[in-house]
């Protein structure tokens, strides 16, 4: 079996050896760049039979999908992305959160192995509706990994893989093993769902990042792992860490972020990024069964020939 490059945490700051010529050349010229978004409908059965790390409050249905429309609509009118809507599945609680299934980087895609039996049929519907965008899909079909999307930060330098209650070590494996030109390190999750529950990228080499431990803990890991020094922008909420940038025609840089009404100390955080398109999202009730921004679209940057 080909050894995949993948650094564990490190006893000191020069931790590889497998530094690959994209990681010494710099940041990817096309981070953040976008032209599609995959999403899905959120079934009826989210509210009694989606995963959640703990009990609380019961979600508010329509006012999920009001919230979902929103950002939908944001994807899609203010931003001018092509999105590609599933159906919701209500034998599937959580397909929603379709970041989890598939991992596009480049001309790749991963279709991952989910950490929960109960979510793993959520990837072929992504399978079928990946095909017409021409990527090479690969497939985690080794039955020892697991892998959510949720626990991978892309930086457009390297990946960093949290290894949490849903993805393992042989994921990590075969993610580093799928996507050769870049450095793939591993960081455990200690306290959350998933790595990008406290964590995500706000910009070129800007990490966000909560203030709570395990958030701390995760990125000082991810700062000893990388040859690159990424600068951080901490906010007070955990939830709120979890934004997505991008970098499009005629915008530059956009950051859909937490809205004010639910997070507000975090927001004013997010007001300091001068030139960039800020985008609030309510996200209220995807949050009650763990989902966050990232997880409820797949962003893919295609040309696609005529
Ligand atoms: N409810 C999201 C997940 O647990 O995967």
Redesign the pocket.
């Known amino acids: 079996m080909h050894a995949p490059k993948i650094s564990a945490i490190p006893s000191t700051n020069k931790n590889r050896a497998g530094v690959t010529k994209l990681n010494m050349a710099g940041l990817s010229a096309s981070f953040g760049k976008f032209t599609h978004a995959v999403v899905r409908a959120i079934p009826a059965s989210l509210v009694q039979g989606?995963?959640?790390?703990s009990s609380g409050a019961e979600v508010d249905l329509t006012h999920a999908r009001r919230e979902h429309d929103q950002y939908v609509a944001t994807l899609r009118h203010t931003l001018g992305l092509q999105v590609i809507e599933l159906p919701a599945d209500e034998s599937l609680p959580?397909c929603v959160?379709v970041e989890?299934v598939v991992l596009v980087c480049g001309d790749t895609a991963l279709i991952t192995r989910?950490g929960?039996a109960s979510?793993r049929k959520e990837t072929e519907a992504m399978k079928e509706a990946l095909k017409d965008l021409e990527l090479n899909i690969e497939e985690m079909d080794d039955d020892s990994a697991t892998l959510?999307g949720?626990d991978v930060l892309f930086t457009g330098r390297e990946f960093f893989v949290g290894l949490s209650k849903?993805t393992n070590q042989r994921g990590a494996e075969i993610l580093a093993d799928t996507f050769k030109d870049y450095t793939v390190s591993t960081v455990p999750v200690l306290g959350g769902?998933h790595l990008k529950s406290f964590c995500s990228m706000a910009g070129p080499d800007l990490i966000v990042v909560s203030s709570s431990e395990p958030a701390q803990k995760a990125l000082k890991i991810m700062q000893q792992m990388s040859d690159h020094g990424y600068e951080s922008l901490t906010v007070p909420d955990d939830a709120a860490a979890n934004c997505i940038y991008m970098n499009l025609p005629d915008k530059g840089h956009v950051l859909l972020h937490c809205a004010p009404e639910e997070y507000p100390e975090s927001a004013k955080v997010f007001e300091q990024l001068k030139d960039y398109m800020l985008i609030p999202i309510s996200n209220s009730e995807k949050t009650k069964?763990?989902?966050a921004l990232t997880?409820c679209s797949v962003l893919i940057n295609r040309k696609l020939k005529n």
Do not use: E, I, T
């Open positions: 989606a995963l959640r790390m959580d959160f989890d989910p929960a979510r959510d949720g849903r769902l069964v763990d989902g997880c």
